[in-house]
């Protein structure tokens, strides 16, 4: 597995996609929280009639927050990169090599899941980071003022939240990849299965917030939806959140692997 | 004519081994290093392969003969652990298989040479050498590349999507042989090659084979595995026609006979007194030639011919060749 993984990640470091994904993962923040930040001159301008506006919104914590989903920037770019980099594997034939060389269909898998889930783990936390500095220094209310201590809890929560988003991401994306093998049809699947999955949380969250208090937060993505809204975690609904993130993405590796398992390959 | 390749390789001992017909194997022993008993694949209704009971010992160069869909990588496949049979089993070193071989001893190309695009040669050899757990300098993987044919200095850092088709294949047996393996499994090595690169793969083989390296081929080219195999399998329909031994096939039996006339007309003549003759039957005739196949003696068809009055420009006697060999048995398999 050991050396699946620095194949793998060989492959990573040397693909042009990846060099990619990095230069937008650098560049989102600076565009994001720098809009947010020229929206607030522009409503501060004189003469300018805000009234109907909250710009109590554009806060560096909105930005923090907005970025773990699944439906924002890099909810859509990490599952497109791992599905193209997965797929690669399968249509340049190089998966095909690693189980001529012998190496079990199982590890495989997990180095696929493994090495997804440590560049969608780095990029996202690196994003996050980048949003959070960035916040700090020129958004005025959330981040751009001291922070207190029940918000480094929720800070402290939420990350945990959102790296369990990105990993159940690439579990679906690496499950699909495997399963689907073509390119394309599987990056569409991959994004509307993210894009699904963190409309089901947030319309479910807005239908009905007393029943999701006690269950929904069972669904995945739901967690962070209910973040967004109440601003703060419970801790019941953090663990419960945890736990869907691990069963759902148990479950989908299973499915995957045994699917992955049994098929034949070109 | 193979053994006189080898002779011109200056690999004595093979070419003895293909000129007598009797050996098998280049190796010293018989060892038999891959089996297949039964081996079958089914796909719903349809057997891709049936019922195939192969054997390879060490030290060959095992060629699979047969057209389109036969089922030559279908039965690599189920050999690299790629498909699973659905029926029957194979042995690889003595032990029995059911899916992904362990360890490095088996390494192969299926279907097409399976390279990462976007690297260049060394980078391909280094994540190849990670894949399979090995670690080389860089200099031993320049050194590789110049077993195949390939300069290290003059590929540089050129990407393989800038390489042409047969710099792809050379890099892929390059990516083959630096696992150290001791079973190939090659298909379609020859594919989209130039006359060069022909003889280029056919020597590669051939020094690697002559290290240990035992190999199963698969080829629409039955000329060229003429040439470097020194066993043959053939497959029609997913069933194993025939093993044998190419030596074999060409000491015991003359194929053909091939006499060239002056004119066309002459050669209709020369058509029109076989085809009256009762042992002379099984001729073809293509504009100034017939080719008479069978081993008749080509003082009888000398003398037949003078009898008739018919003038003859030349006469040869043509060695059974796999092609020679494909034809005759996949015909009598249809009937």
Known sequence: MGKLLKADFFRIIRSKLFMIVCILT?????????????????MKMPGMNTSGMQVNLLTGRAVVSDSFLLSSNMGLLLPIFITIFICADVSNGTLRNKIIAGRSRTSIYFSHLISSSVISAVLILLEVLLFFGISCLILPGHYGAAIDSEEIVNLVYFFITGLFTFIFSAAISTALSLMMKHTAPAVIVTVVAGMGLSLIGQILHVADPALTKKWLCLIPTYT??????????????????????????????????????????? | MAGMYYLLLGDFEHANERKDGITLTTAENNECILETVNLSKKYKDVYAVHNVNMTINKGDIYGFVGENGAGKTTI??????????????????????????KNRRVAGIVENVSLNRSMNAIENLKYQCYICGITKTNEELAQVLADVGLDPNSIGKKTVKNFSLGMRQRLGIASVIIQDPELVLLDEPMNGLDPQGFVDMRNTIVRLNRKGITFLISSHILSELDKVCNRIGLISKGILLDEVSVGTLHSKSTAKTLIDFDSAEEAAAAQRQFYASEHLNST??????????????????????????IRISSINLKEKTVEDYYIEKVRGQNG
């Open chain 1, 224 to 266: 962070n939806s209910g973040f967004l809204s109440s601003g703060k975690f419970e801790t019941v609904s953090f663990l419960l959140g945890i736990l869907s993130y691990l069963v759902f993405g148990v479950l989908i590796t299973v499915l995957g692997l045994m699917r992955f398992k049994k098929a034949d390959l070109k």
């Open chain 2, 284 to 309: 073809v005739l293509s504009d100034k030639t017939i080719t008479v196949y069978g081993s008749a003696d080509i003082n009888d068809i000398i003398a037949f011919l003078v009898s008739k009055n």
């Open chain 2, 76 to 101: 690599i496949r189920l050999i690299t652990g790629l498909a699973s049979p659905t029926e029957g089993t194979f042995y690889l070193f003595g032990e029995e298989r059911s899916g992904a071989v």
């Open chain 1, 26 to 42: 650098g560049a989102f923040p600076f565009l994001t929280a720098g809009l947010y930040y020229l929206v607030i001159k522009i």
